[in-house]
């Protein structure tokens, strides 16, 4: 597999991690990525998002009259904050997509959507 490869493969948390935790382990950074050091850097991440969107105002969605170029960068800052934010919860024995789930579990119960048959304007 070339260094930057298009895979057809389908996608999932799990799949993210084993692949994170292989790629940490062949570099031998293991000892470095501590919940709080990931923390850290997943902060940091953050803030490289945010700086890409600083000076921009409010965007439609779809980034319509956004570069191409631009639409990269920003998905590789974004690609950056998932991959932190699947290895820290790894990191701390979180199974990151369950936890997802049964927190939209929670926000539904937390925000009912409005019945739209019983409503009245």
């Known amino acids: 597999m070339s260094e930057v490869e298009e ?15 292989k790629f940490a ?13 990931l923390l850290l850097a997943l902060v940091g991440e953050v803030g490289e998002v945010s700086e890409i969107f600083q000076w921009k105002g409010e965007v439609p969605k779809g980034l319509p009259d956004w570069k191409e170029e631009e639409k990269i960068h920003l998905g590789e800052e974004l690609s950056d904050v998932l991959l932190y934010l699947i ?18 579990q929670l926000n539904a119960i937390k925000y009912p959507a409005p019945n739209k048959y019983t409503q009245h304007p």
């Open 7 to 21: 895979v057809d493969e389908r996608v999932s948390l799990d799949l993210l991690k084993h692949k994170m935790a």
């Open 25 to 37: 382990k062949e570099r031998d950074w293991d000892h470095f990525h501590t919940p709080r050091n």
């Open 87 to 104: 290895r820290l919860a790894d990191m701390c024995g979180i199974d990151l997509g369950k936890a997802a789930l049964r927190k939209l």
